[in-house]
């Protein structure tokens, strides 16, 4: 049990490195010219992804509420 709770927290950290290498690679090209809008999207819509991994990680590793 302890050695799960150890894997996703290592995950949810990894994940969240790279969700936030993301949005700093997505500010470089933003603000490149000319902007490459099919890179930006395809570098948005990973985020996004990463985004959802990480919510459905953190909502595994909270313990269910007692009834």
């Known amino acids: 049990m302890d050695a799960d709770l150890h894997s996703l927290s290592r995950q949810l950290i990894e994940l969240r490195m790279e969700h936030a290498d993301l949005d700093g690679l997505i500010d470089r090209v933003s603000g490149m010219l000319p902007?490459?809008?099919l890179q930006l999207q395809r570098l948005?819509?990973?985020?996004l992804?990463?985004?959802d991994r990480i919510a459905r990680l953190e909502q595994a590793s909270e313990p269910d509420e007692p009834a």
């Open 35 to 37: 902007v490459d809008e």
């Open 44 to 47: 948005k819509k990973r985020r």
């Open 49 to 51: 992804a990463l985004k």
